[in-house]
């Protein structure tokens, strides 16, 4: 039986079945709960938005849509088959699973913009602990783990947007931590970004 080597190009590595099952059970979670969530006080502009969640709908074109792009990103940088076809849904479940341990502890905080709620409270406990934006982190580990899935240089590429888009929102959100809470700037000096112990 033939198979692609790493730089051959050929027919797109489709999504596996479970892959794409964890991404569509982690999306129905994040807009059912996006429901019980409190008031808005302040909200970022919609040019605000746009410079992360471009960045970030870029990466999930680059996932899921194939037929959008040039050919060559088709290539593979991983072999078919093997160990990887476990690795990658396994980063994918404990990415989206860290996702949503963040989000069921951040509670009625959360927005999926840079916000201040009415009586918003600064969260420190539970992944708070280890990272000040764990959802991110286990996106940024889901994304990477379905890049490791597909094997193309399209999948692989869509990491570096991710990481930039949640860079950039990261840095608006502290911004606007340190304006609404004094304590946090402690916070941030004692916990890492995105990386656990190192960013």
Same mark, same amino acid.
């Given at each position: ?31 059912? +709960?996006?429901?019980?969530? /409190?008031?808005? #006080?302040?909200?970022? +502009?919609?040019?605000?938005?746009? =410079?992360? /969640? ?19 990103? +088709? =290539? ?5 088959? &093997?160990?990887? &076809? ?26 999926? +913009?840079?916000?201040? /709620? ?13 990272? =000040? ?20 240089? #399209? ?13 950039? /929102?990261? #840095? ?28």
């Amino acid at each position: 039986m033939m198979t692609l080597n790493p730089t051959q190009g050929g027919a797109h590595s489709p999504i596996s079945p479970v892959v794409s099952v964890l991404w569509i059970a982690w999306l129905v979670y994040w807009v059912v +709960s996006a429901r019980d969530v /409190k008031v808005t #006080r302040w909200h970022e +502009s919609l040019s605000s938005q746009l =410079r992360h /969640k471009a960045l970030l709908l870029a990466a999930a074109l680059l996932l899921a849509a194939p037929g959008l792009l040039p050919r060559v990103l +088709s =290539r593979r940088f991983l072999p078919i088959g &093997g160990p990887l &076809g476990v690795i990658g849904p396994v980063l994918v479940a404990a990415g989206l699973g860290f996702a949503v341990w963040a989000r069921r502890h951040l509670g009625r905080n959360w927005s999926a +913009s840079v916000v201040v /709620k009415e009586g918003h409270a600064l969260v420190t406990s539970g992944p708070y602990r280890y990272v =000040r934006h764990p959802i991110y982190t286990g996106m940024l580990l889901a994304f990477l783990g379905t890049a490791v899935a597909i094997g193309e240089w #399209r999948a692989l590429l869509a990491v570096p947007f991710a990481v930039l888009s949640f860079i950039i /929102k990261s #840095r608006m959100e502290e911004g606007r931590m340190v304006e609404t809470f004094p304590q946090y700037e402690q916070y941030r000096r004692g916990t890492a970004a995105l990386v656990p112990y190192v960013y």
